[in-house]
C-alpha cells in the first residue's frame, strides 16, 4: 500500500469491557470538579463518562425542547456532526478487511460517472484522510492529490457511494446492519424511524438569542448526519477501542498519523482515519469532535485510563469562536487528560 504522507506512529490499545448495569464509581472530586465546569458555563445537554464497565460520571442538563421547557433525558438523541466520519471509515475498513478494496485502490475503480481526470488519481486512502484536493466532482483538483490536508465532507459521501458500489447495499442499509450486529442500536441512520427522542438543535443568533434550527440535518449522512444518544457512542468507543468492530491491525491503521490539521480549537492536531490526536498522544486521548447546526458533540477515548467521554450539547453558543462554542466540552477534555 503506497502513501504519499508517512506513517509515523501506532496506538496502544487497552483491553475494553462493554459497560454493564453497575452503579456509577464514587468520584467525588472529579465530578465537582465536572460540576463547577458545567455551573460556571452555559450548558445544555448531556455528560457520560466511563471507565472500564461502570460510569464514573452521567448527568443530563437543561432542555430538550426550550419552547416548551421539555426537560432533556439521558436517552435522548442528538446529531452527532463529523464523529459520523469515523462510523463511515470503520465501514470502509472492513470492506478493506475481506479484500474488497485496497486503501490505494483510485476512486475510478467504483465511481465511473465521475468524468474527471483525477477520478484515476485519488485513492480511498486520500477520501479517509482528506488529502484528496476535491472540491466539486465537475472541477479540476483545488491542489495535488496528497499533497495538502482540506477538510471535506464530500470526500466522506463518496465514501458512502464507494461502499454502495462494493456492497450493494445502501449507506442506510450498510450502517443500520453494522449497527445491529454489534448491538449498536443507540446510533442511528437519519432515516431510521426511531428517531422519536432526537431533541431540538439551537444556535445562537447575533443578538445572543438561541434559535431553533431546522437544517441540524443537511450534511452527507456519512460526514456528519448521523443520530446517537450518550450510550450509543460510548459503547461504540468500546467496541471500536477493544478489537470488536476492526482486526486490532486494522485499528492501528485507523489510528495512525497521515496529516496535520490545523484545526479551530486544538491548533496544530494529526488525523487518522476519523479519529483526531494531538502528535503522539494516540495512547492519551483520541476521537473525535462533531458539529451540525444546533449541536456540539465530543466522543473521546483514553486508553491509559480506559476511560470514554461522550458529551452531547443541543445549544451552539458563540458561533464566531468555536474555542467557546465548545468550551465546557474542551475543558472536561483537559481535566480527564
Not at 284 to 294: E, M
Request: aromatic share 12%.
Amino acid at each position: 500500500m503506497k502513501f504519499n504522507v508517512i506513517i509515523l506512529v501506532y496506538i496502544f490499545l487497552t483491553p475494553y469491557q462493554i459497560i454493564g448495569q453497575k452503579k456509577n464509581i464514587n468520584h467525588p472530586e472529579l465530578t465537582l470538579k465536572i460540576d463547577s465546569i458545567i455551573d460556571n458555563n452555559r450548558f445544555n445537554g448531556v455528560v457520560l463518562l466511563t471507565k472500564d464497565s461502570t460510569k464514573v460520571y452521567s448527568k443530563s442538563i437543561g432542555y430538550s425542547d426550550l419552547e416548551k421547557k421539555i426537560p432533556i433525558k439521558f436517552n435522548d438523541q442528538f446529531v452527532i456532526g463529523s464523529i459520523s466520519k469515523q462510523i463511515t471509515a470503520v465501514l470502509i475498513l472492513r470492506e478493506y478487511e475481506k479484500g474488497r478494496i485496497k486503501l490505494d485502490d483510485k476512486i475510478n475503480q467504483f465511481l465511473l460517472n465521475i468524468d474527471q481526470p483525477w477520478s484515476k488519481e485519488v485513492t480511498i486512502h486520500q477520501l479517509l484522510t482528506h488529502t484528496h484536493g476535491i472540491k466539486k466532482l465537475d472541477k479540476p483538483l483545488e491542489f495535488k492529490a496528497g499533497s495538502q490536508f482540506d477538510y471535506s465532507q464530500l470526500g466522506y459521501e463518496l465514501l458512502a457511494q464507494i461502499l454502495k458500489k462494493v456492497t450493494g447495499k445502501t449507506f442506510e442499509k450498510l450502517s443500520t446492519e453494522i449497527f445491529n450486529q454489534f448491538k449498536l442500536t443507540n446510533i442511528l441512520h437519519p432515516k431510521n424511524k426511531n428517531n422519536q427522542h432526537l431533541v431540538k438543535g439551537y444556535e445562537e443568533n447575533e443578538n445572543g438569542i438561541l434559535e431553533f434550527t431546522p437544517n441540524s440535518l443537511y450534511n452527507y449522512v456519512a460526514a456528519g448526519s448521523f443520530i446517537s444518544n450518550v450510550e450509543g457512542l460510548n459503547k461504540w468507543n468500546q467496541q471500536l477501542y477493544s478489537g470488536k468492530l476492526l482486526q486490532k491491525k486494522t485499528l492501528k491503521l485507523m489510528a495512525t498519523r497521515y496529516a496535520t490539521r490545523i484545526h479551530p480549537i486544538f491548533d496544530a492536531v494529526e488525523y487518522g482515519y476519523g479519529l483526531l490526536f494531538k502528535d503522539g498522544e494516540q495512547n492519551i486521548q483520541i476521537g473525535a469532535l462533531g458539529y451540525a447546526p444546533g449541536f456540539v458533540s465530543t466522543c473521546y477515548f483514553y486508553p491509559q485510563k480506559n476511560m470514554n467521554l461522550i458529551i452531547l450539547e443541543n445549544t451552539a453558543n458563540d458561533l464566531h469562536d468555536f474555542k467557546e462554542t465548545f468550551k465546557v466540552h474542551i475543558e472536561i477534555m483537559k481535566l480527564i487528560k
